[in-house]
């Protein structure tokens, strides 16, 4: 199992930016695709960015261009970021970090909000 501990939500106002980090530890050598979702009050979670073990990336149509995810490794921790930038009062929901072994089990922490203000 794979513990994951986000950081960095807040209060921004439009056209602000922020960076969320999810630091991954356990049993890291079984992650695969690491990444971001998002779900705002009365909708789905949805996906924001993810980003493999071989560094390929993906991206929600409605970020590209504003948000980039990054990973980082050491012997005891994986660290995923995403940096967002150019926010907008429809980026306003509660980020959580995943991360998937190759039997399609996620793991999740426990979220972050990100609030932009109009």
């Known amino acids: 199992q794979v513990q994951l501990v986000e950081s960095g939500g807040g209060l921004v106002q439009t056209g602000g930016s922020l960076r969320l980090s999810c630091a991954a530890s356990?049993?890291?050598?079984?992650?695969?695709?690491m990444g971001w979702y998002r779900q705002a009050p009365g909708k789905q979670r949805e996906l924001v960015a993810i980003?493999?073990?071989?560094?390929?990336?993906?991206?929600a149509d409605s970020v590209k261009g504003r948000f980039t995810i990054s990973i980082s490794r050491d012997s005891a921790k994986n660290t995923v970021d995403l940096q967002m930038n150019g926010l907008k009062p429809e980026d306003t929901a509660a980020y959580y970090c995943?991360?998937?072994?190759?039997?399609?089990?996620?793991?999740w922490g426990q979220g972050t909000q990100v609030t932009v203000s109009s």
């Open positions: 995943g991360a998937r072994d190759l039997h399609w089990n996620w793991d």
């Open positions: 356990g049993s890291i050598s079984s992650i695969v695709v």
């Open positions: 980003i493999t073990s071989g560094g390929s990336t993906n991206y």
